[in-house]
């Protein structure tokens, strides 16, 4: 008789899975120093840089996006396929953001409580997630919260609030998600002593 859910991994695999991503810690130092410079370059931005934002929102996608499918092929189970939806739909959105950038700055700008949202709930549940693994899962649960708070305040706020909002949300943003990533990087690099 066949099972259709996957058996735990045995000991050994699961050495030889933290063997592996403990190999690649540097991957997320490197990506974590890319997103603190991106955010330095945006948060220097002014008014009459909204094409340069919208083409370095699509790099960012672009990135999540490889950063969530490298999740997906690392993980197993349900999570695997969360990531790579994700991820894909990150990809997508960044070739969008990079071919028409101030139209992609106009539509972010516009819906932006409802990005906000989407990132609270994802942050909630990858806090949730990862608990098991994750020492800082609660940094994640407490930014999801606040980002959930966020989404419904800037529903309320004019075109012209949200679009320096947006210019000021993808600068903090992309300074937490690089501070986010070093830690995850040594967090990583310290597998290799178990």
């Not at 190999?23 to 955010?39: D, N, Y």
Request: aromatic content about 14%; charged content about 10%.
């Amino acid at each position: 008789m066949s099972s259709t859910t996957a058996a735990p991994l045995s000991d050994a695999e699961a050495t030889n899975v933290l063997t592996k991503m403990s190999s690649m810690w540097w991957l997320w130092l490197v990506t974590g120093i890319a997103w603190i410079i991106v955010s330095l370059v945006i948060l220097q931005f002014d008014e009459s840089s909204v094409n340069t934002i919208g083409i370095l929102v699509g790099f960012m996608f672009l990135a999540t996006g490889v950063q969530q499918l490298v999740l997906s092929g690392l993980s197993h189970g349900g999570l695997r396929v969360f990531w790579a939806i994700f991820g894909v739909l990150f990809i997508v959105g960044g070739i969008v953001a990079i071919v028409s950038p101030a139209e992609t700055f106009v539509a972010i700008a516009d819906i932006l409580g409802f990005l906000f949202l989407l990132v609270g709930i994802f942050w909630l549940i990858d806090a949730f997630a990862t608990k098991a693994a994750n020492e800082l899962w609660w940094l994640g649960l407490i930014s999801g919260i606040l980002m959930v708070l966020l989404a419904f305040w800037t529903s309320a706020q004019t075109f012209s609030q949200k679009a320096w909002m947006l210019l000021v949300f993808a600068g903090i943003w992309a300074l937490l998600h690089g501070i986010t990533d070093i830690a995850r990087a040594f967090m990583v690099r310290s597998l290799r002593n178990l």
